[in-house]
Each structure stands twice: as structure tokens, then as C-alpha cells.
């Protein structure tokens, strides 16, 4: 141990550590890693605002200086004795160094070098402050902001070539998905603006925004659109195998393989599909598949857009009051229920949850109400429990309100996050806040595929029909949400796997802790130690339950006469 500490310590000297005078400490190299991803990541610099301080730097030297600066951290973080970590800072520090050592396996990805993304992808980020810059009220310190918005666009075409000479590419149809989003977010541009402040020799809005955008647009709908890989599969690009591996890592914060997540994926939907034939009390003849268009027969739908919204919101709330018996507290942010925008309309981004980092403005749950034909009341209720309560929301309302630094809001790994939203709706069933027996057999008929069909299509060889096949005959979506879903797997290769690995983590801690606890189990407190830290890689979140387990034991051994 002193030998490695050494080593880190050399690190550091050799390729930058703290600036500050004293040891090291938790705070301080969260700040540094702080101020690295906000100098970095689009989608906090659209959030928070530069103030001129430039976009990100995506160039190759960009990218090799922000890896070296992670790696410095992580000698940082290494280097720290363990006395030096509070119990209060040992989430943080866990997260920052999952975080910084996940990244450092997913540079054999190249990411950089296809970068185009519907779900995820740049131009989405930056969508709100577009139209902001074109509002009437748009100030000289906002729009100078986007003076180095050409410059970033031409680093992005030059990047996405490089990455089509080299063996990496982005999947054709999600060029295409985000091409349609492009259109939608140019399209309600002015065609003319007077330069800023009328001052000789300062840029339009047009040579700033409109005219990169154009670009862009063009370059992806053209030249990029012809070469881009027809195939979905991530294994179809320069190491794409060892890249999703990878990317299971990032996603899930476990070391696992595409072929334990598969199988885990095949057992978790067996026992799901027997669970449906048991609740939906289905008939000697009748299999899962039957059993679930039997509820969607009998589900009667949405007459328009605006009723689904309105039944959504209420579901919201019928969630916010329903499920605070299962909680030492609740929130008190709370949640907007509107439509997805116009300029996502359409494009498969889907319904989503959007956190808010100030505890006094609502958080956002953006709802595809534009596909109210299709949606039953079924998956209306289940889509709200896991994006607000006892899902998405109440869970990052909750961790944002005792933040131990504001970096806990940004190391939000996706099988936590997910693996509490998922587990939500299992929890919204116990607290029997679903409308009818409908929503339990929808919410398992899909649960626990992306396990299955994520890595089937990225390394087992699974094509997009034989995918698309496997999620209809879930009876859960139709072939359109299916190709959608298609889609978005190989936009976000591994993000999938994430929802049902932390869920059925989640519920297998909770069932150690029942058994090893009877009748001391506390369902809420049980809840306190999964959310009050925050988001937790699921090794960390394991220790925490065993942790209180311990601690209630001892505790009750001490009272005991």
C-alpha cells in the first residue's frame, strides 16, 4: 500500500495535482473534478452557463489533456490515507473514483469520434439556449457565449471524418432521428438578425448559430448519412466489443460481462413471465403474450392529447401522496408534467425525467403526448411512478437536498438512478397505487428484456428485426416503439442493462436486510439508506446496507435485557 501511494504521488507531481497548499482531501479533488466536467460536458455548460469561458475542447489534444488530468485525479483519489474520508465523504469519494476509472476504460470507445446522438447528442443540450439567443431579451454576455459555437461545430465534422476513416461510426438510422431533430431545432430560426449590439465587425446571430447548424446539418444528412454503418451494432465499429464491455461498466458500475448480463437478463424475464400468468390470472390455454393483449384490449386509452397529459399529472400526484407511508420524508421540490417539446416531437427521444438543481424551481417530466393514440392508461401510470414519484423524482429531490458537494449531482450513475425508478414501479404496485391489475402485467412484460436484447444486438449477432421481434412479442410495445427503442440501444450501447441490474440489486438487498433483520426491518429506513447518500456505485450501496444491518443488530442486542 505505501508502495502504491508512492507511485500516485510521483504521478502527481508528474502531470499536475492540487494547487492548494496542506494535504489533499476529499472536497478538494472534488472541486478540481468538478470544474473538469464543467469544462467539458455541453450538457452543464447549456445548464449553468459559461460566461465566455469557451466550449468544451473536443479537439485530439483536448481530449488527451482532459485524460490526463482525470488520470491525475485518480492518483489523487488513490493517494488519500483512509482516514482522510469521512463517513459523510465515502459515497463521494467511491462515485469519483468509479467514475474516473470507468472513464479510463472507455477511451478504447473513441466516443469522440462518432459522437451523433439522438437521446444524448449535442445539439439537444444546447437546444434551449438557441432559442434563448434569438429571444428579444437575449443580453450582450449571452451571445457572446456563442462566439465559439463555429469553431466547436467544425470540430465535430472534423472529429465524426477522422472517425469514419479510422473504423468508427454512428448508425445510419440514428443520423437519421438526429437529422430530423436538427430540422426541428432550425426551423423556427428568424432567417435575419441584426448584428449584436449593432458594433462593427461582431458576428450575426446567423454566422454564430444558424449558419454552424446549417452546416452540420448538411454534412450529417449527406456526406456522413453515406458512410455511417448500416448495422446497429456496436461490435461493428473499431473494438466495439471491448468498448461495450466497457460501457456495462460505466452503466452499471460491476465488472460483468455481456454474457453474464444476457443471462441474468433470460432468468429475471422467465420468472417475470410466470409472475404474469399468475396475476393475470391466465387460463390453462392462455400464454403471456395473450394474457397482456387481453389488459390492452380492455384498456380504454386516451380520447386526445391533453387528456393523457392531465391523467399523467394526476398519477404524479396520486404517486406523491401514496407513497410517503414508505418514506421517513418526502421532498419538497416538486414536478412539472408537459409535453415534449416541438423540436423532439417525432424523433424517438421519448418521455423522460429532467432534474432542476435549484430545490425551489419544479423539476421537468417531459411526456410524449403526441403518441396519446397509441399509449394505454396502463403504461401512462407506470411511465409516472418511475419518472417522479416513488422514481426519478423522488429520488434526486431527495439526494439534492443534503448534497455532501454539489458533484454528487453530476456522478449520477445509471444503475442507481434507473434501478430506483424501476424498483419504484415495483414499490407504486405495493402501495397499490395502479388503477387496475393492467400496469403490474405491463411493467413486467418488458422489465428485465434490455437485459436480453442490448447485448444480443451488440455482440450476439441479433439483427434489428430479430431485436424489434423480440420486444413486440412482449406485448408491451408495437413495432414502432420497438424500432424506437432499437434506436435508442444503439444510440447509448449498455445504458439499457442498467435498469434491471440495479433494480434486482436493489431488491436483493432488501431482502437480505428483511431476512437478517424480521421483524426490526424498517421499510423506510431501509429507503433512507439507499437514497439520503445520493447515487452510489452498487458495491458502495451494498456495503451500506450491510453497514445498517449491522447496526440495527448491534442496537438491538445492546437492548436486549
Request: charged residues 20%; proline residues 5%; glycine residues 6%.
Amino acid at each position: 500500500m505505501k508502495m502504491f501511494r508512492l507511485l500516485a504521488l510521483m504521478f502527481i507531481l508528474l502531470f499536475g495535482g492540487p494547487a492548494h497548499a496542506g494535504p489533499d482531501t476529499v472536497s478538494d479533488i472534488a472541486d478540481a473534478v468538478l470544474d473538469l466536467r464543467r469544462m467539458q460536458d455541453l450538457h452543464l455548460w447549456a445548464q449553468s452557463g459559461r460566461d465566455g469561458a469557451g466550449w468544451p475542447d473536443r479537439t485530439s489534444e483536448g481530449v488527451a489533456e482532459t485524460e490526463k488530468r482525470e488520470d491525475a485525479l485518480l492518483a489523487r483519489l488513490r493517494a488519500l490515507p483512509a482516514e482522510a474520508i469521512s463517513a459523510e465523504e465515502s459515497v463521494l469519494y467511491a462515485s469519483m473514483v468509479e467514475d474516473l476509472e470507468a472513464r479510463q476504460g472507455e477511451r478504447v470507445c473513441r466516443r469522440e469520434l462518432w459522437d451523433v446522438n439522438h437521446m444524448v447528442g449535442w445539439h439537444r443540450a444546447i437546444a434551449p439556449a438557441v432559442e434563448q439567443a434569438y429571444d428579444g431579451g437575449a443580453d450582450a454576455a449571452l451571445l457572446a457565449a456563442w462566439r465559439g459555437f463555429p469553431s466547436y461545430v467544425t470540430t465535430e465534422i472534423e472529429n465524426l471524418r477522422t472517425g469514419l476513416a479510422l473504423g468508427y461510426s454512428a448508425p445510419r438510422s440514428v443520423v437519421a432521428r438526429v437529422v430530423a431533430q436538427l430540422d426541428g431545432l432550425i426551423a423556427p430560426i428568424p432567417v435575419a438578425q441584426a448584428a449584436i449590439d449593432g458594433s462593427p465587425g461582431q458576428a450575426s446571430r446567423e454566422q454564430m448559430i444558424l449558419e454552424p447548424l446549417i452546416a452540420y446539418r448538411k454534412f450529417l444528412a449527406t456526406e456522413y448519412a453515406l458512410r455511417a454503418r448500416e448495422a446497429l451494432a456496436l461490435s461493428a465499429n473499431r473494438d466495439g466489443a471491448t468498448c461495450y464491455e466497457a460501457l456495462i461498466r460505466t452503466f452499471t458500475t460491476l465488472p460483468r460481462t455481456p454474457r453474464q448480463i444476457y443471462e441474468l437478463g433470460l432468468n429475471a424475464t422467465a420468472d417475470n413471465e410466470a409472475a404474469i400468468l399468475r396475476v393475470g390470472a391466465a387460463a390453462a390455454d392462455e400464454g403471456v403474450l395473450a394474457v397482456v393483449r387481453r389488459m390492452e384490449a380492455a384498456d380504454p386509452g386516451f380520447s386526445s392529447e391533453a387528456e393523457l397529459v392531465a391523467y399523467s399529472a394526476d398519477s404524479v400526484e396520486r404517486g406523491r401522496k401514496g407513497v410517503a407511508p414508505y418514506f421517513t420524508a418526502m421532498p419538497a421540490q416538486t414536478v412539472r408534467t408537459v409535453p415534449t417539446p416541438p423540436v423532439l416531437r417525432g424523433s424517438g427521444s421519448g418521455t423522460r425525467y429532467e432534474r432542476r438543481l435549484d430545490p425551489a424551481t419544479p423539476a421537468m417530466f417531459w411526456l410524449s403526448a403526441e403518441a396519446w393514440e397509441v399509449t394505454s392508461r396502463a403504461e401512462a401510470e407506470s411511465t409516472a411512478f418511475h419518472e417522479t414519484y416513488p422514481g426519478h423524482h423522488l429520488q434526486t429531490a431527495t439526494a439534492n437536498a443534503q448534497l455532501a458537494h454539489p458533484l454528487g449531482d453530476i456522478l449520477i450513475n445509471a444503475a442507481y438512478s434507473e434501478g430506483w425508478a424501476r424498483y419504484g414501479e415495483r414499490l407504486a404496485e405495493e402501495a397499490d397505487l395502479y388503477s387496475s391489475v393492467a400496469p403490474s402485467i405491463l411493467r413486467r412484460a418488458w422489465s428485465a428484456r434490455g437485459l436480453v436484447a442490448d447485448p444480443g444486438l451488440h455482440v450476439f449477432g441479433w439483427t434489428r428485426d430479430q431485436t424489434i421481434d423480440y420486444l413486440v412479442a412482449s406485448g408491451a410495445v408495437d413495432s414502432d416503439a420497438a424500432a424506437a427503442m432499437v434506436d435508442r440501444m444503439a444510440a447509448i450501447p449498455a445504458q439499457l442493462v442498467a435498469y434491471d441490474t440495479g433494480a434486482l440489486e436493489i431488491l436483493a438487498l432488501r431482502a437480505k436486510a428483511q431476512k437478517q433483520l424480521g421483524a426490526a426491518f424498517s421499510i423506510a429506513e431501509f429507503h433512507d439508506i439507499i437514497l439520503k447518500p445520493g447515487p452510489a456505485p452498487l458495491a458502495t450501496l451494498a456495503r451500506q446496507v450491510d453497514l445498517w444491518i449491522q447496526n440495527k443488530r448491534v442496537a438491538a442486542d445492546t437492548a436486549a435485557p
